[in-house]
Each structure stands twice: as C-alpha cells, then as structure tokens.
C-alpha cells in the first residue's frame, strides 16, 4: 500500500526542539516536491515548508522561518523536519505530503510548559 507515515511527534517545553520524520512506503519521494502542513486545534490547514527534489531550494512560511528546518534522503526515501525553539503556538497536527496529492495521517505535536 503507498503511504506517507510520520514519525510520533510528541510533547517538547517552548524553547525545545522535536525532530519529525516522514517514511514513504510502496512510493518514491524522487523527483517529487515534499512539503511539510500543520493543523492547530480549530484552525485550517497551514502550509509550513517545501523541499525540491534534489535538495535544491527550500522555502518556509513566515511563522517557521529561522526556527524549522526541511530536509530530505532520497536514498531512504525520507523527509524530515527539524522544529527549534518550539512555542506554544506550535502545537498542532503534522502532516507531510508528496505534490499535495498523497498525504500521511499525521503526527500531534505538542509544546506547553
């Protein structure tokens, strides 16, 4: 079955920092943008960060830039976002997504005090 499938998220403190992973099974992360989307408790869904297929350009929503970084290993079909300097307002559900076409179920973050 081809899926998408995020590593637990978890709990951090503000200021801390959580490491999430997205694992592609029965499909390929080559030659695919990859994209990182979060979901707040009652909120819509925000775009966070893109990556491009050979690592090339990387780009952040403002409310991640400095903070989160995208990045990705083609060879293990993976893509990873490193998340510092957490804040509470960074609590959310976590979703990577190939081309916005095939999506994983998601992974709850957590960061409060």
């Known amino acids: 079955q081809a899926q998408l499938v995020e590593s637990t998220g978890g709990s951090a403190q503000p200021g801390g920092s959580l490491r999430l992973s997205c694992t592609a099974s029965g499909l390929s992360t080559q030659g695919n943008w990859m994209y990182w989307i979060r979901q707040a408790p009652g909120k819509g869904l925000e775009w966070l960060a893109v990556i491009l297929p050979n690592s090339e350009y990387t780009e952040y929503a403002d409310s991640v830039k400095g903070r989160f970084t995208i990045s990705r290993d083609n060879a293990k079909n993976m893509v990873y976002l490193q998340m510092d300097n957490l804040r509470p307002d960074d609590t959310a559900r976590y979703f990577c997504?190939?081309?916005?076409?095939?999506w994983g179920r998601g992974t709850q973050v957590t960061v409060s005090s």
């Open positions: 997504t190939r081309g916005y076409l095939t």
